[in-house]
């Protein structure tokens, strides 16, 4: 059955195959494919609905909506139960959503075509889609009604999980009562979203349907997971990428009754009754590794690299007009660099694994990326994904850690030597020494103003390892360009008549690189906006209107600088060693613009005072989340800007836990308030943007504050201490 | 042998005396919503009351807690300011992916416990302890003023 939708919303033409069927009892199902054969997907037991729908209507009037995305704190069940339930016309408050089982052909975004919940991609993905789910399933209720009353169709309507004859009298049918009729029908053809008027839930802030169960314990993680007869283990990965297990001395765990070692090529693992107890077994093992040529690796090394690298000349990513002549005259270069960083989210790496005997394999945790899940289990034991079970738990953070599936693997290979179901547990220091790091990136960027102080050439070079690389095991990229990189790059909102962005992939040795809350325009905006500061000060301009004097291009970003800067009081005086700072971006599909306002001690000690975020982020869905998400995306992003850093000694990552690699706390923590204005375009993404909207603004505030420019983060106090602006 | 009093009940446990509550708590007792964070007090995620104060069950050997009074996150919603604090967490949407939130509210009903209107450094003094990743941390603050305003 082919559909369409009438009055598409997000501009989302792509005819898409509508799936009926018939749910356990007797219900509705509604689900689409994404494209290819129609695949049936394995159904986890615990699903007592088939697993190809986003909606099951049970007879008794109950709904259930399969969530294709994870939850990790950006509220994705709320936000996509929003779009269905608003179209279906549905109560809220009678829906349960349940997280959608694996299936790349079933649950995969419209947009990225797997299924994977990074990159704020979900609501980019799924709003027209699941709007016209939603709508496809109140469509075929109001036909089943019309069948059964002999009615037309066009007679009637629906409320609240209703259709409603008022024709004749007001007579009703629920939902549930027209499930099984409904069920037989054909999916409509064509469906009208509703218009924006008659919009209950869609662009409203709906309160979270995860919060209740998250404020008394009862929420479910992976590291939660019990059942009869579970071990759990405390694992040791080599502490050198690429090492090996020397020798294991288990003299002392011997004398340790009920706790079994693992020992493998490059892991050891403790095995015992609880948590504690394996991990006093691992404290009691003298393990020596042989790391190999990565333990002669330190950060110095990886910078110089970096160093040289951006030296080089790139892959182009994009150049217009004549860059060289227009660089030629009076040019301003500045380099601009980000450590590595982990990702720490509060819940530590741990998988659940129980390899059985008749050669499946069942797992439970909390991932990004379900099928990839599924996939590495089964990569790992030599069986088929299809002997592998996928039990879905909430995430206690994701940030892109958990868009890799290394902590199945090693729980996997761990599991394997175990008899029974095992839960592998990382210490927190574990987890930090063992991330998949978000890479260190060098920004070589050169400029040129025309007299009346626009500019005129721009070049930015980024060199930096690639995680698509990394994801893809070393493959050489297209054209050389690391899209992830560059991105935000190659997107500038300014208006540059003539510019060149290049990448240059400079792969550090010794540390594995994953995608980062914020990934590539972390990097690009914090150069670019870093850059931005230097030349308006140059030009002899004020921060904010020597951006606004660029943005003719960007209607949108133009007019929330306006507003930021009108919020936040831009112009009000400031005392000394106090500074406010801007940045303005477009990323993720989204436009933020925000101001930090700081003071800076004679110490060096940065005091961030209060932060003004205007956010246009298209259509919303939540607009209370899109707040919570530019709130905590802002402060972790200058979490990383006041101490993120990941150094390597001896190819060893040097930072252990919260005492070193530290993070904002309450008490260092500003109001921040966030403006999400109204707007008619495309929904755009929320979950990463706020990250890159926090350092620039926060290294701008302070050079206002200090005259100081802030080349590498985390920022250098010892930079800032007694020295007088300049 | 040790013997927990947790949520008003007694608790015999098979535990050595040096393993930290937390472990105890989720391993053994199988109360799962205390939560591993950091393991040497560090993110308060492990926080829960003993006899009415924060602590972190993470650095506290059952051994050495005897006979005083555990809560835990799953019956905090019990006495009045634990419940308050929920409502006022649910009122303005303070969680995200909620890990860190058992621990912020068991801090934060412990203020309210001994300072039933907290100032802001009051706050910071009782909260500081207590990481959110997520960065929920102003509407933490406007949460536990609101409890404490409310009635
Ligand atoms: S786990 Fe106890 S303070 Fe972090
Ligand atoms: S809500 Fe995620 S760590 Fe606090």
């Known amino acids: ?726 | 042998m040790v013997t927990l009093q947790i949520n008003g009940q007694a608790h015999t446990i098979d535990a050595p005396d040096d393993m930290p509550l937390l472990w105890a708590l989720r391993d053994i007792v199988g109360l799962t919503g205390t939560k591993f964070g950091c393991g040497i007090a560090q993110c308060g995620a492990c926080t829960v009351h003993v006899d009415g104060k924060a602590v972190r069950s993470c650095m506290l050997p059952v051994g050495a807690i005897g006979n005083r009074a555990i809560t835990t996150i799953e019956a905090i919603g019990d006495t009045p300011n634990g419940a308050k604090i929920q409502k006022a967490w649910l009122d303005i949407e303070v969680v995200q992916c909620g890990y860190c939130q058992s621990g912020q509210i068991m801090s934060a009903t412990a203020l309210l416990n001994r300072t039933p209107n907290p100032d802001d450094s009051d706050i910071d003094a009782a909260m500081a302890g207590n990481i959110c990743r997520c960065g929920t941390y102003v509407r933490i603050r406007q949460a536990i003023k609101n409890a404490a305003k409310s009635v």
Not at chain 1, 332 to 344: I, Q, T, V, W
Not at chain 1, 622 to 648: E, H, K, R, S, W
Request: glycine letters at 10%.
């Open chain 1, 1 to 726: 059955m082919s559909m369409s939708s009438k009055s598409g919303t997000a501009g989302l033409s792509r005819r898409r195959f509508l799936q009926v069927g018939t749910a356990a009892g007797g219900g509705l199902m509604l689900g689409f494919q994404v494209g290819g054969a129609f695949a049936q997907a394995p159904a986890p037991k615990k699903y007592v609905l088939n697993p190809n729908a986003f909606i099951a209507i049970a007879r008794d009037g109950k709904v259930t909506f399969q969530i294709p995305q994870e939850e990790m704190g950006q509220g994705v069940y709320t936000s996509l139960s929003q779009l269905l339930a608003d179209e279906l016309d549905v109560d809220l408050a009678n829906v349960t959503p349940l997280p959608a089982p694996p299936s790349d052909a079933l649950y995969a975004s419209p947009r990225s075509r797997r299924q994977s919940t990074g990159g704020s991609t979900s609501i980019r993905g799924f709003y027209t889609a699941l709007r016209q789910v939603g709508a496809s399933g109140r469509a075929m209720m109001v036909q089943a009604a019309a069948q059964q009353w002999g009615v037309s169709a066009a007679s009637l309507r629906t409320e609240s999980g209703q259709v409603i004859d008022d024709a004749r009298g007001g007579r009703k049918l629920s939902y549930g009562e027209l499930a099984p009729r409904a069920a037989k029908l054909p999916a409509p053809q064509e469906v009208t979203l509703k218009a924006d008027k008659d919009l209950k839930y869609i662009g409203k802030s709906v309160k979270r349907l995860d919060a209740p169960e998250k404020v008394n314990g009862k929420a479910q993680y992976g590291i939660d997971v019990r059942m009869d007869g579970l071990k759990v283990a405390a694992i040791a990965a080599s502490p050198v990428v690429g090492g090996k297990v020397a020798h294991v001395d288990d003299s002392k765990l011997k004398s340790m009754p009920g706790l079994q070692l693992v020992q493998l090529d490059d892991l050891v693992a403790v095995v015992g009754p609880n948590f504690w107890a394996a991990k006093k077994g691992m404290d009691a093992l003298d393990i020596k590794w042989n790391g190999g040529e990565n333990a002669k690796i330190n950060t110095d090394a990886i910078w110089r690299d970096l160093e040289k690298g951006s030296q080089q000349k790139g892959a182009v990513a994009k150049e217009e007009g004549d860059v060289e002549k227009s660089l030629k005259g009076d040019r301003f270069d500045a380099a601009y660099e980000m450590p590595f960083l982990a990702h720490a989210p509060m819940e530590p790496q741990n998988f659940t694994v129980h390899v059985k005997k008749d050669g499946s394999c069942e797992l439970w945790g909390g991932t990004q990326v379900q099928t990839a899940t599924v996939k590495a289990a089964s990569d790992a034991l030599g069986i088929a994904p299809e002997k592998v079970t996928f039990h879905n738990f909430m995430l206690g953070g994701g940030f892109g850690r958990r868009l890799a599936t290394d902590m199945v693997t090693k729980s996997v290979r761990v599991a394997q030597k175990v008899d029974g179901p095992v839960k592998v547990i990382w210490t927190r220091e574990e987890d930090i020494q063992q991330d998949m790091y978000r890479p260190a990136y060098r920004n070589a960027m050169s400029a040129s103003l025309t007299k009346d102080g626009k500019i005129d050439g721009w070049t930015h070079r980024i060199a930096g390892g690639s995680v698509i690389a990394a994801i893809t095991g070393g493959k050489p990229l297209k054209d050389g360009i690391d899209g992830d990189a560059v991105e935000g790059a190659v997107n500038n909102p300014y208006a540059i008549p003539n510019q060149r962005i290049e990448y240059v992939q400079t792969e550090p040795k010794a540390l594995n690189l994953g995608w980062w809350r914020g990934v590539g325009p972390n990097n690009a905006v914090f150069a670019i906006e870093s850059m931005m500061d230097d030349l308006a000060k140059k030009a002899g301009k004020d921060p904010v209107a020597f951006r606004l004097a660029h943005l003719g291009n960007e209607p949108r970003l133009k007019a929330i600088l306006q507003i930021a800067a009108e919020k936040s009081g831009w112009s009000k005086p400031l005392a000394a060693r106090m500074g406010r700072g801007v940045c303005a971006q477009n990323a993720f599909g989204s436009y933020i613009a925000t101001v930090t306002e700081v003071d800076v001690t004679e110490m060096g000690k940065i005091n961030v005072r209060r932060i003004t975020s205007i956010v246009d982020a298209g259509r919303t869905v939540n607009p209370d989340t899109i707040a919570a998400q530019v709130q905590g995306g802002i402060l972790f992003g200058m979490t990383a800007a006041l101490y993120g850093d990941i150094t390597l000694k001896d190819g060893r990552v040097q930072q252990r836990n919260f005492n070193d690699y530290r993070m904002m706390r309450i008490n260092e923590t500003p109001s921040i308030e966030v403006h999400v204005v109204s707007s008619t375009e495309d929904p755009g993404g929320i979950g990463e943007p706020g990250c890159s909207a926090g350092p620039p603004s926060l290294v701008n505030a302070v050079f206002a504050a200090t005259g100081v420019r802030i080349h590498r983060l985390p920022i250098d106090r010892s930079l800032l201490a007694s020295r007088k602006i300049a």
